[in-house]
């Protein structure tokens, strides 16, 4: 007897997150832990997406708190779990926007039901769609 083939999953499913994957509170974090890459604090409204393969998700309000060689750190109200992918769009001072990828490293509960969400930084994922998204994105014209 063979076994039914699975059906491919849709473009929608996202894995639970992993078992050991949980939200920090303020007083687990250990604020004396030391950056590779000296940080700049920010308070920058951004766009955020989700990226899952060759689907990038709806813009996500959210504000850019700090920004290093090494990563950004930004606010937003969807808790989200380690190891997801996710493109922001950070406005510059001239010429079109940044677009900048990160893995989810560190998810923290902040403040007025907010998550502070710590990304490394890593290359733009190795996909078609992806790729052209971002092209577009870092041509796009900026608000004033």
């Not at 920010?42 to 813009?59: D, F, Q, R, S, W």
Request: charged share 20%; proline share 11%.
């Amino acid at each position: 007897m063979t076994q039914p083939t699975p059906s491919p999953r849709s473009a929608g499913d996202i894995p639970p997150p992993p078992p050991d994957t949980r939200v920090l509170s303020d007083d687990e974090h250990d604020p004396s832990h030391n950056h590779a890459h000296a940080r700049a604090d920010l308070l920058i409204p951004v766009a955020v997406y989700e990226v899952n393969g060759c689907v990038i998700g709806n813009p996500m309000p959210c504000t850019c708190t700090d920004f290093s060689q090494g990563g950004f750190r930004v606010r937003c109200r969807k808790v989200m779990y380690a190891g997801q992918v996710l493109a922001m769009i950070l406005p510059q001072k001239t010429g079109g926007p940044k677009v900048c990828f990160g893995i989810l490293r560190d998810v923290r509960y902040g403040e007025n039901g907010r998550y502070d969400l710590g990304l490394q930084h890593c290359a733009v994922p190795d996909n078609t769609a992806v790729r052209a998204w971002a092209v577009h994105q870092s041509r796009a014209p900026q608000a004033a």
